[in-house]
Nanobody
């Protein structure tokens, strides 16, 4: 049974930083791509960032490029999302997911975490 557990969300002022973590059990993440998505209230879930199984390739939504960084720790079997210069529009529930290929499409990810809330106040 694969489980992904996100943590690190919270309330932060605009301009602040947060680091989200996604810890996995039941699957060795080093063999899989990982992605972060987010869903704001009354909006569809959107792609945020993805990283290939090797860690050599990363992809970002235009809205977060230059502010967010996705990286992975193979020893801890964990993927992180470092978020800086946060804006109120970054407020959302953030989900991590694992799949075979690092792409912006939800359908390519087969396991998802339960989400962690990020709230950015103005």
């Amino acid at each position: 049974q694969v489980q992904l557990v996100e943590s690190g969300g919270g309330l932060v002022q605009a301009g602040g930083s947060l680091r989200l973590s996604c810890a996995a059990s039941g699957r060795t993440l080093s063999s899989y791509a990982m992605g972060w998505f987010r869903q704001a209230p009354e909006k569809e879930r959107d792609f945020v960032a993805a990283i290939s199984w090797s860690g050599r390739n990363t992809y970002y939504a235009d809205s977060v490029k230059g502010r967010f960084t996705i990286f992975r720790d193979y020893v801890k079997n964990t993927v992180y999302l470092e978020m800086k210069s946060l804006k109120p529009e970054d407020t959302a529930v953030y989900y991590c997911a694992t799949g075979n290929i690092a792409v912006p499409r939800e359908s390519e990810y087969d396991y998802w975490g339960q989400g962690t809330q990020v709230t950015v106040s103005s």
